[in-house]
């Protein structure tokens, strides 16, 4: 099956910029999408078809996809980014929604 | 805006059928361009997609999981269900229910999550 590879874990001071990266298989064919998971919280939609942003969501979220990984970029990290990240595919020749392994990401 | 909120009992026995409705408010079951999703969450790990119906009640489901779980919607109730049938404690997790958006493979509404643990 389908399987999206992320970092376990990134830390960032504040202000600094946060990359994290989903890796899968031709990944560049497919929309990838990100949430993010607080802790006791559900997961909150960040990023969908690669690059694009819910209503609501802040300019320093961001996302690309090269066709060997995505990244999402997370651009003057603040305390309040502090969360698990998740990529997200769906993977049409298993007929699965496919999430990533998860990343933590700490703010020094 | 739409909310989803699930509920159910939040322990079961072994070998016994989970059973989980999610009810949406804010917005009709019934409104096209949505799939109503389940999707769970094992202690400490990562995010596993369930399945989803559509508010005329064709369903798609994980093919890991295809054998023990069905769904169902009511739009009188506008809410929609998940069975796991002969769980086990590999099924212990929190339950989300999500929408997901037809034009898009993404989920963009999610409720809070319920936990259910499978034990005797």
């Known amino acids: 099956s389908y399987v999206l590879t992320q970092p376990p874990s990134v830390s960032v001071a504040p202000g600094q910029t946060a990359r994290i990266t989903c890796g899968g298989n031709?990944?560049?064919?497919?929309?990838v999408h990100w949430y993010q998971q607080k802790p006791g919280q559900a997961p909150v939609l960040v990023v969908y078809?690669?690059?694009d942003r819910p209503s609501g969501i802040p300019e320093r979220l961001s996302g690309s996809n090269s066709g060997i990984t995505a990244t999402l970029t997370i651009s003057r990290v603040e305390a309040g980014d502090e969360a698990d990240y998740y990529c997200q595919v769906w993977d049409s020749s298993s007929g699965h929604y496919v999430f990533g392994t998860g990343t933590k990401v700490t703010v020094l | 805006q739409v909310q989803l909120q699930e509920s159910g009992p939040g322990l079961v026995k072994p070998l016994q059928t989970l059973s989980l409705t999610c009810t949406v408010s804010?917005?009709?079951?019934?409104?096209?361009?949505?799939?109503w999703s389940w999707i769970r969450q094992h202690p400490g790990k990562g995010l596993e997609w369930i399945g989803y119906i559509y508010y005329s009640g064709s369903t798609y489901y994980n093919p890991s999981l295809k054998s023990r779980v069905t769904m169902s919607v009511d739009t009188s109730k506008n809410q929609f269900s998940l069975k796991l049938s002969s769980v086990t404690a590999a099924d212990t997790a929190v339950y989300y229910c999500a929408r997901r958006m037809a034009a898009a493979g993404t989920f963009d509404i999610w409720g809070r999550g319920t936990m259910v643990t499978v034990s005797s």
């Open positions: 078809d690669d690059s």
């Open positions: 031709n990944i560049g064919s497919k929309s």
């Open positions: 804010g917005g009709s079951i019934s409104t096209g361009g949505y799939y």
